[in-house]
């Protein structure tokens, strides 16, 4: 130790003392953030980030050590100065995406510090922070402290955090691509302007896994250091992926989504390792395989695990630790678990179904084996046949470094007003100098003097159409050009608020005689009547009573339930897999997926065509007494849901019809209600880029559309305050009615209102993706029409046909109708 050199070398020589040796990347950082830079690392969860983000903090300290013990000897001669800068203690702040990832870094942080020598103390400030680090957060009493953006925020509406908050040294946003592409981003960039204010000399440092857009994540982070460095962490971990493949004679499902029939193969493979991670797509699919998983289960009961976002917080912690521990073997998952909590115990992660996209694949297979140069691995667990395609797509991207983007959102003003109103409530503001401020935010960067000026007007009155209701009246400007918030209620009421995650109606769960167990949606609950069952946090529940926006339960003795559903839950196939789908379909079997389904690739061939990039696939089929248009672009159930309405418009602009349609990730279909003739020229005028927007309002119902996004933005904005502590919470029903009455007012009587346009530019933009459907149909158009006129379904019509009838028919029925139409398909087309 004693010839180690430079000014990393305490941190070298702890590292020697492990028998670790740093990083390039990680002595890399540490020298930047001593130099003052702010900067960008990217690397995959399991390669040393945390070390290398929060190194430079820790050798700065080191070195300024003896000057702080000078500092004490002369505070203690000099004690009259002492109380005004003791609680000057913040050093770093530490801003992670997850409350549960939150109590990992705290642990982490502490370990060196604590090896080092140091003085120094670490708090978490999260919605699960206990009283203690409540206190510490807000005195500044702690050098450390670990944080969410909401959280951050809370801190910034108290007007006695500011001087605390001038002495932070470094911020390291976490797993900062988790929070660039939503308005939690934008909420978070907002915070860091009025950092880099409080502190000029801040050094931040975000910390990222790979994206397809990492020049831009930085720019969104550090937009005050145009040319701050990205640096690279170590090269992606090597990637394998196995996929449980169906035998050789065994009928696979054309279709279908749960795939428990592969239950004896997943149990098979989870005895086989010690500790693993099943992940599901969605908690109602997390929720049937660990039911099913339970009813088969060969050890004792509680070495298998539930954890997803709507279980309550002691259970999902119960379930970490006991991986840390090792207590528990298999954990059923959804994205609760994708993010870097530290788990080197999990030997292998199995993937239920398509991951969607090659970063979320990438994410989980690095949970196991997380160790520094440990290979990433997935066993992937088809629920269909079509999905072995995606599986040797993603594969084929992985190895290509195709990666999808997160682009960050922009403008977002509800999230500006509600930061204008926590500013105002943490000492007030004056106008020009927090315009100047937010625009030095990439999310507002374009913010227009008019545009800024109709937020003002918004959080002090509300608008023009709110004036003259008080409630909409919370911020004052003062004789002195000082914006503030002078009403108790109002302040307390915006603290409870702060935040962007959009409320789903969430009903509490709870045992009548015990504690919490999570939370379902208000839809599924309102359902339910008394003694009625249904599948909850891995129990078998019976309602009791519902009262007060709680479900009050017991555990039922025997039986089975139904199993909620929570909105949201399906995933669109991204746009960088499925372009590596369509690609797969026409190229050489030289994956052992492709290789399974040859007999349905063949199938598909002889039958119609298969896909193939520069030319577009559209499949025009009588069948079961109707008409069907298939068409394949390949852009993703959201895309797919935009352009089957397109098409339905145009369509009935050509030929009066009515037309039904259904969507899924490869393409859409169209039924139109009377016999109508089609030909290639028809499908080519339908698929025209040209006025697209005009259509789009024309043939979808717009303002519904726009009433349900309006919703969300009103409670970000501030329009919609929660209840007071101790009063009955709202229920989603009261909330719908307030917003569906704000909505009808501003329109009627503000139809320019600020909110009334975002509304509706969220709409084009996040519900329709109105940008990659242009993109879409320019690429449709520069195709070579592939127009097949058959008599049967398809194995990529049939899926689309299914996913049509769904709405038609109970699940039961539909299934039924499903597996029998299959069935038949399959007979017809043997050979």
């Keep these: 130790m004693t010839g180690l050199r430079g000014p990393d070398a305490p941190l070298r020589a702890w590292f020697a003392a492990q028998g670790w040796r740093p990083a390039p990347f990680q002595r890399e950082v540490w020298r930047r953030y001593l130099a003052g830079e702010s900067g960008l690392l990217q690397t995959p969860t399991g390669s040393g980030k945390t070390l290398a983000a929060f190194g430079g903090p820790l050798l700065e300290a080191l070195a300024a050590r003896p000057r702080a013990a000078a500092s004490r000897h002369a505070a203690s001669v000099k004690p009259a100065g002492r109380g005004k800068d003791a609680g000057r203690r913040f050093q770093v702040l530490w801003i992670t995406p997850l409350r549960a990832l939150a109590v990992d870094t705290v642990r982490a942080l502490r370990a060196p510090i604590e090896a080092l020598g140091l003085d120094w103390t670490v708090a978490m400030r999260t919605g699960d922070a206990s009283a203690r680090d409540r206190r510490l957060a807000r005195s500044g009493q702690a050098e450390v402290l670990v944080t969410t953006p909401e959280s951050l925020s809370l801190l910034l509406s108290y007007a006695d955090t500011a001087p605390l908050l001038a002495s932070v040294r470094c911020v390291v946003v976490d797993e900062w691509h988790e929070l660039l592409g939503n308005k939690r981003g934008v909420l978070l960039q907002l915070a860091l302007a009025r950092l880099r204010r409080l502190a000029p000399a801040l050094r931040i440092w975000g910390v990222s896994a790979t994206l397809g857009n990492l020049e831009q994540a930085r720019d969104a982070l550090l937009p005050h250091c145009p040319q701050a460095q990205v640096v690279a962490g170590v090269a992606p971990k090597r990637f394998t992926l196995d996929t449980l493949l169906p035998g050789e004679d065994e009928r696979f499902p054309w279709a279908g989504h749960l795939g428990l029939a592969q239950l004896p193969r997943v149990l098979e493979r989870l005895m086989a390792e010690r500790t693993s991670l099943l992940f599901a797509n969605t908690r109602s699919q997390a929720e049937l395989w660990h039911r099913a998983l339970s009813a088969v289960w060969p050890e004792a009961p509680e070495t298998l695990a539930l954890h997803h976002g709507s279980l309550d917080p002691k259970l999902r912690a ?56 440990e290979a990433g691995h997935v066993v992937c667990v088809p629920t269909h046949a079509l999905e072995l395609v995606e599986y040797a797509a993603a594969r084929a991207a992985v190895a290509a470094g195709t990666i999808e983007s997160r682009p960050p959102p922009v403008l977002s003003l509800d999230v500006l007003a509600q930061h204008c109103v926590t500013l105002a409530l943490g000492g007030g503001f004056e106008a020009d100098a927090l315009y100047d401020e937010v625009r030095g935010t990439h999310a507002f960067r374009a913010l227009d003097p008019l545009a800024w000026r109709a937020v003002l007007d918004f959080i002090v009155q509300g608008g023009a159409a709110l004036a003259h209701y008080p409630d909409f009246r919370r911020v004052v400007r003062g004789d002195d050009g000082v914006y503030r918030v002078e009403d108790r209620r109002i302040a307390l ?250 909505f009808d007012v501003l329109r009627r009587h503000d139809p320019d209102h600020m909110l009334l346009a975002l509304a509706e530019r969220e709409v084009f933009a996040a519900q329709l993706d109105v940008v990659q459907l242009r993109t879409t149909l320019e690429d449709c158009s520069a195709r070579t029409l592939d127009l097949h006129p058959l008599r049967t379904f398809t194995p990529l019509s049939f899926p689309l046909w299914a996913e049509s009838m769904r709405g038609q028919l109970s699940t039961e029925d539909w299934r039924t109708r499903v597996q029998r139409a299959a069935a038949q398909l399959e007979r017809r087309n043997r050979g």
């Excluded at 030997?347 to 989980?364: A, F, H, M, T």
């Excluded at 009791?544 to 199993?563: C, I, N, P, Q």
């Excluded at 935009?642 to 039904?660: D, E, H, P, V």
């Excluded at 927007?693 to 303002?703: F, Q, T």
Aim: hydrophobic share 45%; charged share 25%.
């Design 493 to 742: 009421r915006h603290r409870l608020s702060i935040g962007t995650i959009a409320s789903d109606g969430a009903v509490r769960v709870k045992l009548l005689r015990g504690g919490g167990l999570g939370s379902v949606e208000e839809s599924f609950v309102g359902r339910l009547r008394p003694r009625d069952r249904f599948q909850f946090a891995g129990r078998t529940l019976e309602l009791v009573r519902l009262e007060d926006m709680t479900a009050y339960v017991r555990v039922a003795k025997a039986g089975s339930g139904t199993v909620p559903k929570w909105q949201g839950g399906r995933m669109s196939l991204s746009g960088t897999l499925a372009h590596e789908v369509e690609r797969l379909f026409a190229g050489p079997r030289d994956a052992p997926e492709l290789r399974a389904i040859g007999r349905l690739l063949d199938l598909q061939q002889r039958l119609s065509a298969l896909p193939a990039p520069g030319r577009l696939l559209v499949e025009w089929i009588r069948a079961r007494g109707a008409r069907h248009l298939f068409v394949f672009p390949f852009a993703g159930r959201q895309v797919h849901e935009g352009l089957a309405a397109l098409l339905a418009l145009r369509w009935g602009r050509l030929r009066a019809n009515s037309f039904s349609f259904a969507a899924n990730d490869y393409g859409f279909v169209l039924s139109p209600a009377q016999e109508v003739e089609l030909d290639a020229l028809d499908v080519e005028t339908m698929l025209s880029p040209e006025a697209l927007i005009d259509d789009l309002r024309e043939s979808l119902n717009l303002a519904e559309l726009a009433r349900r996004q309006f919703r969300d933005i009103a409670r970000v904005a501030g329009l919609l305050p929660p209840s007071l502590p101790g009063r009955a919470p709202r229920s989603m029903r009261q909330l719908q009615a307030s917003s569906g009455l704000l």
């Design 318 to 373: 119960a379930a970490e630790q006991g991986l840390r521990a090792g207590s528990v073997r298999c954990v059923v998952a959804t994205s609760s678990l994708d993010l870097g909590v530290d788990f080197p115990a999990v030997d292998q992660v199995l993937q239920i179904g398509s991951p969607k996209g090659v970063s979320r694949l990438l994410q989980r297979a690095g949970r196991a084996r997380h160790r520094p140069g």
